[in-house]
């Protein structure tokens, strides 16, 4: 392991140990709304904290883009993506579907990524060249062929309700078309989740950067393949992204993009 990838695992583990602590006390916690089902805790801002300073700790000239309030510009050709809890939603809510990520941007490419989900103790980590894995072992997408034999996972446009339309159109085919539908509430788990395999593909609209990075690393490191809504690569950017093994990454295309 690296030395940038051993400092994002150690983040991830201590930011986990906060939260999950805190996550002993939910009825305590201080919650507020940035909007539409939008929210944000003291925990989110304390973990995110806890993440920053261990980067910067061994890492002091980097860059940070943070999902709360801690982003920094250093002027650095390395920038840390951070999401302290992916799932806010399910965190306050006690559901255990939530996880810490974290990847660095290494000029204009993605080149190390950690998701840490702190319920089941797994640690998903890929380097560039060097494969993505779980708990230390190496992990592959499926070799699932047949969409309609497929678990695909998604997420709901809540955040941008003009969306739901469009959405509901392409969720009623996706569900028709394969075995079955999950949205867990979790992007950052959902793509590790396809980078080892456990569920097929994975699709949705309107994500941030630090939802994405991460795992969009690990999807690409375990064989997978990883696309906005065009066949582009311009997923950064639009949010919108479809992940899945390169069998089936066409076929959940063709769907979107008939809708």
Not at 126 to 142: D, H, M, P, Y
Request: glycine letters at 8%; hydrophobic letters at 40%.
């Amino acid at each position: 392991m690296s030395a940038i990838l051993n400092i994002a695992v150690q983040a991830a583990y201590n930011a986990g140990s906060i939260i999950q602590q805190d996550s002993r006390n939910l009825e305590r916690i201080k919650v507020d709304r940035k909007g539409h089902n939008d929210f944000v805790t003291e925990v989110d801002k304390k973990a995110e904290q806890i993440i920053i300073q261990t980067i910067l700790k061994a890492f002091p000239n980097h860059n940070i883009m943070s999902e709360e309030d801690g982003s920094i510009d250093n002027n650095s050709d390395t920038t840390w993506i951070i999401d302290p809890i992916d799932g806010t939603t399910n965190y306050i809510h006690g559901h255990p579907q939530y996880c810490i990520s974290i990847a660095v941007k290494q000029e204009d490419k993605i080149t190390h990524g950690a998701i840490y989900d702190p319920n089941r103790n797994d640690i998903f980590t890929a380097e560039t060249g060097k494969g993505a894995q779980l708990n230390g072992a190496r992990i592959r997408v499926s070799r699932m062929a047949n969409l309609a034999d497929s678990l695909l996972a998604t997420g709901f446009p809540t955040y941008d309700m003009s969306l739901l339309d469009r959405y509901m159109k392409i969720f009623r085919e996706m569900l028709e078309s394969t075995a079955g539908q999950r949205r867990a509430g979790s992007a950052a788990l959902d793509l590790a989740y396809v980078a080892a395999g456990m569920v097929d593909g994975f699709w949705e609209f309107n994500l941030k950067p630090w939802d994405i990075a991460a795992g969009y690393l690990m999807v690409k490191e375990a064989g997978g393949l990883i696309c906005d809504f065009e066949g582009g690569q311009n997923m950064l950017d639009s949010g919108n992204i479809i992940a899945a093994n390169p069998k089936l990454i066409s076929p959940i295309l063709k769907i979107i993009q008939s809708h």
